[in-house]
């Protein structure tokens, strides 16, 4: 069952991805989620690089929220990403959901960003 369930994820992730396109100007902001965790990346697909990266895996993040894998966490990581986005000069952003559902946690993480400066 569960394994049935990240396929189709991973398909839709794959439709998604078809579409969707970030550039030096206009980075993705591609989203990984887990049950005690997330993580998130602006990626320049043109170059193939990573503009910058958080997790709340992170020592950073670790002293302000103790659990990783709830909405306040990815609120959290929401306002991180989007103030780390902002220092290295990124305004928009072309939001990559990752194949889940926008609910929940990748809504909360979404909404926190959008809060913060970032655009999309």
């Known amino acids: 069952m569960a394994l049935n369930k990240e396929l189709h994820r991973k398909r839709r992730h794959n439709r998604i991805r078809k579409r969707i396109i970030g550039t030096k ?3 993705r902001m ?3 989620r887990s049950i005690n965790n997330i993580c998130v990346q602006l990626i320049d697909d ?3 690089l990573t503009i910058c990266a958080i997790s709340t895996m992170d020592k950073s993040f670790k002293d302000k929220v103790k659990t990783g894998g709830n909405v306040k966490a990815a609120e959290a990581l929401g306002e991180m990403i989007a ?5 290295k000069g ?3 952003v ?3 959901r990752g194949g889940y559902l926008y609910h929940g946690r990748i809504k909360a993480l979404a909404d926190a960003a959008r809060k913060a400066g970032l655009e999309f």
């Open 46 to 48: 043109i170059e193939g």
């Open 25 to 27: 100007e206009k980075p």
């Open 30 to 32: 591609s989203v990984h």
């Open 94 to 96: 072309v939001f990559d």
């Open 83 to 87: 103030k780390a986005a902002q220092s």
């Open 90 to 92: 990124v305004k928009k």
